[in-house]
């Protein structure tokens, strides 16, 4: 508070409902919130949970601009705090690094290999899972990256944990695989999410197979989308019988490079501007 004060910044940037805490009434700048998740839906504890919500309404209150990264998220924060929509501005995620160049074609072997890379939660949907190995023998799931302490692996010989990769190494552990899959099971985390993992996926140049939820209506010609297991071994061959994946390189090079972090940033620039 101290510092704020005495630099008096012409805009302060926050993102999480507790940062209002560093408001005064001393402040002459503007305010911005950047809102990128349903904050209030990682707890259960219900009086945290409105502890958080009472912030967040502070926030939202004392903010010249809210940003959001989902549709979900708008209406979300309009509803339950009667915030002004028109403050309200969407920013969605966005892909970071360079394109990779040397991707490879489409092969499929006689094991179909599925690959997850992130962090593995509450959130992950083994229940599809485990119901599609039981039903398809050739399919392997290979995972990449942290477990949270409450999540408990199947014990299962053809799903397989590879540990956390560092992040230039991910394609090389992942080129030969022949899809990429975001199994989560939808809650109100995730119907808030706009998936930065899709913008990665897209990059590797493989197939991908995701959970079905309204705000990634809009990835519909590059991902197979699934609501049950059913749909996800159906899913599958459509990936083994197609002889290309569903997107080609042009549409997938366009696709990154209008949706990179400098396009994004531009738009911030412009709303700080007005």
Known sequence: KKIIESIQPDYIYLTFPTQVDVLT??????????????????????????????????????????????EYLKRLIVGRYQADGSKISLIR?????????????????????????????????????ITV???????????????????????????????????????????????????FVINEIINAVDPVKIYEYINFNKDIIMCYYDEVRRFDNYVYFYKSADEFINAIESVKKNKSIKYNREQRES??????????????????EE
């Open 93 to 129: 995620n966005a892909f970071d690094g360079n394109i990779l160049k040397n991707v490879k074609d489409k092969s499929i072997g006689n094991t179909f290999k599925m690959a997850y890379i992130g962090t593995i939660s509450t959130w992950f949907d083994w229940e599809t899972m």
């Open 133 to 183: 190995l039981k039903k398809m023998p050739s399919v392997e799931i290979h995972l990449y990256g942290p477990i949270d302490r409450a999540v408990n692996l199947p014990k299962n010989e053809r799903i397989l944990y590879h540990g956390t990769v560092e992040h230039d190494k991910i394609y090389d552990a992942i080129k030969d695989k022949d899809c990429l899959i975001m199994p």
């Open 255 to 272: 696709f990154l490079n209008s949706n990179n972090w400098c396009s994004r940033v531009k738009q911030i620039e412009k709303i700080l």
């Open 25 to 70: 009434k001393k402040l002459k700048g503007k305010v911005l919130y950047d809102c990128m998740d349903n904050n209030t839906a990682f707890t259960s504890n219900v009086k945290e949970r409105e502890k958080l919500k009472k912030k967040e309404k502070r926030l939202i209150d004392a903010a010249n601009n809210v940003l959001v990264s989902s």
